[in-house]
């Protein structure tokens, strides 16, 4: 596993020893920040469900501002910030559940990466709470990683899917009628 673009190309990062961490793989992450590469420089971004913060790592590489990492597993934890020590950046990470991390983040994110477990149903329900929080700025975006076959419900209009073998991410802005 390594950063694909950005001051830390090429840059490798420590890959999850367990089978419950599922990194986005690099044709997925490549076509998500080749989507957002302007959007993405000088963003916040919120990196829920972590993992290993490869995702994160890449959008600090390609010069996001600032990223908060979310993940409830303290290895994910541990993992995300050897990854973070790697390429020397210092960021906010919180070993917490995902309700817990949206009830008490008091910001905007310009960007929030939402790819849990895929059996884990939460996806609905983590879009929810950050409509609730009010968490999206106006022009942001939320980017879903998940199975083809599920379908994203929520108060988010999608504005783009793109499908990866198995995987689509769907992009989802908020609704001006809201």
């Keep these: 596993m390594r950063v694909i673009a950005g001051k830390y190309k090429g840059k490798p990062l ?91 983040l008091d910001q905007k994110f310009d960007l929030i990466l939402v790819d849990p477990p895929y059996a884990s149903g939460v996806y609905n329900n983590v879009l929810s709470l950050v409509y609730q929080h009010n968490l999206l700025s106006d022009n942001g975006y939320i980017v879903c990683e998940h199975p083809n076959d599920m379908i994203i419900d929520s108060n988010f209009i999608i504005v783009d899917q793109k499908r990866y073998g198995t995987v689509t991410l769907s992009y989802l802005q908020k609704n001006e009628k809201n």
């Design 14 to 104: 420590r890959s999850p020893q367990s089978d419950n961490i599922r990194p986005t793989g690099d044709k997925v992450k490549q076509a998500l920040f080749t989507k957002l590469q302007f959007f993405v420089v000088g963003s916040n971004v919120l990196d829920l469900f972590c993992g290993s913060g490869a995702l994160g790592i890449e959008a600090l590489s390609r010069g996001a501002n600032k990223v908060v990492f979310v993940d409830k597993d303290r290895r994910s934890i541990m993992l995300t910030k050897d990854n973070l020590k790697s390429v020397n950046e210092n960021q906010v990470v919180l070993n917490c559940n995902y309700d817990v991390a949206l009830a008490k």
